[in-house]
């Protein structure tokens, strides 16, 4: 999944390792790089999505974000290191 995600935009593995990229700016106010932060920040998650079978879909599509999305496929798949 890592170099599939890379293929898309080398950026977006991070995101999922790492969590969303941050916009503070008020939509109002958003720059063009805040405008590319949330677009990597949604690709991440549809993505993600769409290599998702329906069943894990159900399981993910309610996280917040492509981080938490990972989190919670990772858990179900490798259990958790306790």
Do not use: P
Not at 5 to 33: C, F, M, P, R
Not at 35 to 59: D, G, Y
């Amino acid at each position: 999944m890592e170099y599939f995600l890379q293929g898309h935009d080398y950026q977006i593995w991070s995101i999922v390792e790492e969590g969303d990229l941050l916009v503070t700016n008020e939509k109002a106010q958003w720059t063009d790089d805040d405008r590319k932060k949330i677009s990597l920040n949604c690709k991440a998650k549809s993505i993600l999505c769409c290599a998702l079978s329906k069943k894990e879909f159900n399981r993910a599509s309610a996280c917040k974000s492509s981080m938490e999305m990972w989190e919670k496929l990772r858990i179900t798949y490798e259990g958790t290191d306790k």
